[in-house]
């Protein structure tokens, strides 16, 4: 591939929203040790996404312009664990960027097989939304998704969005009751995902969390924002935690207030460790059937700024996908 040229979305500076987005040909990156080199076939947005252009992450992020954003899926010639024709998904690199674009590099340890029976777009979403989604569930909730835990209550917040669908979901896999906040126009199709008792962010009830059976939440996956301390404590269970997606400033704070008086109810920032093992089992679950990716939109990339307006719009109904 070296010295080919190929289709390829990249921004030169911060800020722009959409407008800050250009098309361009540039060399079909080149994997180094360790790495694939894959074909993309779909690949989704994610809110970080428009979030590093923004310059939430600056000066760490992008490290060098221009940036290319954008997450995974792919085919392509492998290392070791995979070789040329192979159907993979993986995990890109927010530091690297690359996804939006005809060919992009994986790390071989963030990349598994992808199976026929699971689509190029229902794979694209999990290495980042379906990723945080388990890891919120099992390493911050300690949730066992074979059910064999113990009886949990967890809120799901933005229940539709890219992570609640598939929190709420997972969760249901668990021994849990599942109580979920969406928009009025989403109640039916978060019920329908699992959820045991929905609640209309836009209600008084809702915007308080208060569940309608009386329960008080073990576990709060928490992937809406501004929603303070104050709102959630009162409706959580003597150890109830809160794992907040997107911690402000003032989250932080209460956070470390929170360990540093050795309360039990814990306001608890989580970021995403994605594991290529975990990335399997989501791939694993989609295929038999018992997950599934809910596709918001499709977009082409020549059309990328649409799929970058809708995610910055924040009022997605699962995922975001753009395809080559
Ligand atoms: N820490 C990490 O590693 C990590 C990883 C992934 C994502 N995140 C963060 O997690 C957050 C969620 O990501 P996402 O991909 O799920 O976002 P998303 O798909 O853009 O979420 C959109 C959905 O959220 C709903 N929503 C918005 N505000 C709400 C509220 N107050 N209550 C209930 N529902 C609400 C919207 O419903 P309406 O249209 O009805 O308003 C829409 O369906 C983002 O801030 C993202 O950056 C963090």
Not at 160 to 186: D, E, I, P
Request: contains cysteine.
């Amino acid at each position: 591939m070296a010295g080919k040229l190929m289709h390829a979305v990249q921004y030169y500076g911060y800020g722009g929203g959409p407008a800050g987005l250009k098309h361009v040909e540039v060399p079909v990156p080149t994997p180094r040790k360790d790495e694939l080199l894959l074909k993309l076939e779909a690949t989704t947005l994610n809110p970080i996404d428009w979030k590093i252009q923004k310059g939430i992450l600056r000066p760490f992020l992008p490290r060098k312009f221009p940036h290319i954003p954008g997450e995974v899926v792919e085919v392509g010639p492998g290392v070791k664990s995979f070789k040329a024709g192979d159907k993979v998904v993986a995990k890109i690199s927010h530091a690297e960027g690359g996804g939006l674009a005809e060919f992009a590099v994986s790390k071989e340890n963030l990349t598994v097989s992808r199976p026929p029976q699971v689509s190029a777009a229902e794979a694209a979403a999990l290495p980042v939304s379906g990723l945080t989604a388990h890891q919120a569930l099992t390493q911050g909730g300690g949730i066992k998704l074979d059910g064999s835990g113990q009886q949990a209550n967890i809120l799901v917040t933005a229940a539709s969005g890219g992570v609640g669908h598939y929190a709420v979901q997972l969760a249901k896999l668990g021994n849990t009751h599942v109580t979920a906040t969406c928009g009025a126009r989403n109640i039916d199709f978060v019920k329908q995902l699992g959820a045991d008792e929905v609640l209309d962010y836009k209600t008084p009830e809702g915007a308080a969390l208060n569940s309608p059976s009386g329960r008080k939440y073990d576990v709060v996956v928490h992937c809406a924002t501004g929603i303070p301390w104050s709102t959630f404590e009162p409706n959580l269970s003597p150890n109830g935690k809160v794992l907040d997606l997107t911690p402000s400033p003032s989250g932080i704070a209460t956070s470390v207030l929170k360990r540093l008086t050795f309360s039990k109810k814990q306001l608890l920032p989580l970021l995403l460790n994605a594991k290529a093992e975990n990335l399997d089992y989501l791939v694993k679950l989609v295929k038999e059937g018992k997950l599934k990716t809910v596709i918001d939109s499709k977009h082409p990339l020549s059309k990328a700024e649409d799929a970058w307006s809708k995610s910055i719009d924040g009022h997605a109904t699962g995922k975001i996908i753009v395809e080559p």
